[in-house]
């Protein structure tokens, strides 16, 4: 009985603080964003510097939509895979297609309806957005490959791109590769990156 009360009091305890964090995120860094947003509108109405007025709304946009996905998170508590899988399918589509011009191919196969708890779906997004944003940056590719399993608690992803590549031993040292590690051993998932001048591609797998 003690052990069942200290788990629902532990249980409320981390809603709570969920529902904080969120509360601060929207009310601080949402209001900020804003703020920033108004400013470059009234900015490009006198400004010639249009390429780099585009390239700043461009990152403040995605500030804001990063936010929102986050806050969307830790309001949601514990999502469905099926939620999940949507979330990464809709970013995938905006950021490849719509911003970047990479063609994408998106598949899943999920066997069932697997739950994960915010800590869990929180870290594996941050490390799929790195996964986009470095293809987008320093790829050069034109196609791009992401599939998706969930069997039982065994979860997996593969993401591919026909890009130049990198060395992954002299390059698997920066910050971005260094924090998708470290979210990765967080979950308990394991990370393995092979890359070529052929392209790159990126396995995690886990039992969540």
Same mark, same amino acid.
């Given at each position: 009985r003690k +052990?069942?009360n200290?788990l629902k009091?532990?249980y409320e305890?981390q809603e709570? $603080?969920?529902t904080?964090?969120s509360?601060d995120?929207h009310d601080?860094?949402g209001a900020y964003?804003?703020s920033?947003?108004?400013q470059?509108d009234?900015i $490009?109405?006198t400004s010639?510097?249009?390429i780099? *007025?585009?390239? /700043?709304r461009?990152d403040?946009?995605n500030i804001?939509?990063?936010l929102r996905?986050t806050?969307?998170i830790?309001?949601?508590?514990?999502i469905?895979?099926?939620q999940?899988?949507e /979330?990464?399918q809709q970013?995938a589509?905006?950021? @490849?297609?719509?911003?970047?011009?990479?063609a994408?191919?998106? $598949? +899943?196969?999920l066997?069932?309806?697997?739950?994960?708890?915010?800590?869990t779906s929180?870290? /594996?997004y941050?490390?799929y957005?790195?996964?986009l944003?470095?293809?987008?940056?320093?790829?050069?590719?034109?196609n791009?490959?992401?599939? @998706?399993?969930?069997?039982?608690?065994q979860?997996?992803?593969?993401?591919?791109d026909?890009?130049t590549?990198f +060395?992954?031993?002299s390059?698997?040292s920066?910050?971005?590769?260094?924090?998708?590690?470290?979210?990765?051993?967080?979950?308990?998932?394991v *990370? $393995?990156i /092979?890359?070529?001048?052929?392209?790159?591609?990126?396995?995690?797998?886990?039992?969540?």
């Amino acid at each position: 009985r003690k +052990d069942r009360n200290y788990l629902k009091q532990l249980y409320e305890s981390q809603e709570k $603080e969920r529902t904080r964090i969120s509360k601060d995120l929207h009310d601080n860094m949402g209001a900020y964003t804003t703020s920033l947003l108004a400013q470059i509108d009234t900015i $490009e109405s006198t400004s010639t510097n249009h390429i780099a *007025l585009h390239n /700043l709304r461009h990152d403040a946009e995605n500030i804001m939509a990063t936010l929102r996905e986050t806050i969307w998170i830790l309001k949601s508590g514990a999502i469905s895979i099926f939620q999940f899988k949507e /979330l990464l399918q809709q970013y995938a589509q905006k950021q @490849l297609g719509t911003n970047a011009g990479i063609a994408l191919r998106f $598949e +899943d196969h999920l066997k069932n309806d697997l739950i994960l708890s915010p800590g869990t779906s929180l870290n /594996l997004y941050r490390i799929y957005q790195e996964i986009l944003q470095n293809i987008i940056k320093h790829s050069k590719a034109s196609n791009v490959s992401i599939q @998706l399993a969930c069997e039982g608690t065994q979860f997996k992803w593969t993401i591919t791109d026909n890009g130049t590549g990198f +060395d992954v031993v002299s390059d698997g040292s920066t910050s971005g590769l260094e924090n998708m590690r470290y979210r990765a051993k967080e979950i308990a998932c394991v *990370l $393995e990156i /092979l890359s070529s001048e052929k392209g790159t591609s990126i396995h995690l797998a886990g039992n969540l």
